[in-house]
């Protein structure tokens, strides 16, 4: 699902980019992050916050999820701006490290996809239920709404190890009253039409079909976000 690596340069290309949205929204001109987009004006704002499925690894800009999803909710007048907090090569650790510098922009709610490099990595499931955990109990703690996207464990890693992995975010979005989306590649994993070369992440028509998928539970958890 995602590729696997340290955070260390695959991240810093993000941090900079943060940077320049935070100067930019300060500025009274909140944009996409990287994208030449219009200024917008001020409103909601949603942090998606997670790995390269979100950050858009072998996309253009206005190809990746967070702009192909910024479009959607456009089109549809949601008067929400998204930023584009995702990380290529980060595990739910390397997130948790990295989560309060990421809520230094101040967003009313946040969009959290994470665990696949850790399952890939073979990262025992205890680990990542105490990371995402310990992320959840942050951001509830700062009274953030949470749209918790979830993922799925390779068939290969076995049923126990599959079995409890799968079992991860049902149980902390319930227990962190967070809005699970069940699976952030629904109807694209598996399939070669949607998915880049390296048979992991999501193509541009992979991602259109993420956000057709995911926008009418998007939409509705908007209405918790003020």
């Not at 190809?63 to 456009?74: C, K, N, P, W, Y």
């Not at 079995?163 to 962190?176: C, G, R, T, V, W």
């Amino acid at each position: 699902m995602l590729e696997i690596g340290t955070e260390g340069a695959a991240a810093m290309p993000k941090i900079d980019h943060l940077s320049r949205r935070a100067f930019l929204a300060l500025s009274g001109a909140a944009a996409l992050a990287g994208a030449a987009s219009p200024v917008r004006a001020a409103g909601k704002t949603v942090l998606v916050f997670g790995d390269s499925l979100v950050a858009g690894l072998g996309l253009s800009e206005p190809e990746g999820f967070v702009a192909q999803m910024q479009a959607a909710l456009d089109k549809a007048n949601a008067g929400v701006t998204l930023i584009n907090g995702g990380a290529s090569g980060d595990t739910t650790a390397t997130a948790l490290g990295r989560l309060d510098w990421a809520l230094g922009d101040n967003p009313n709610g946040v969009l959290l996809e994470l665990g696949a490099n850790d399952m890939l990595q073979g990262v025992p499931v205890e680990t990542i239920r105490q990371n995402l955990d310990a992320i959840l109990e942050k951001l509830v703690a700062a009274k953030l709404p949470v749209f918790m996207a979830g993922m799925k464990a390779n068939r290969g890693l076995g049923a126990d190890y599959v079995s409890a992995f799968d079992a991860l975010y049902p149980a902390l979005a319930q227990k962190h009253g967070a809005t699970l989306y069940p699976f952030f590649l629904d109807g694209v994993a598996l399939d070669q039409d949607l998915i880049q070369a390296d048979m992991l992440h999501p193509n541009a028509k992979g991602v259109a079909v993420i956000v057709e998928k995911m926008l009418p539970a998007l939409s509705a958890w908007l209405g918790k976000v003020g």
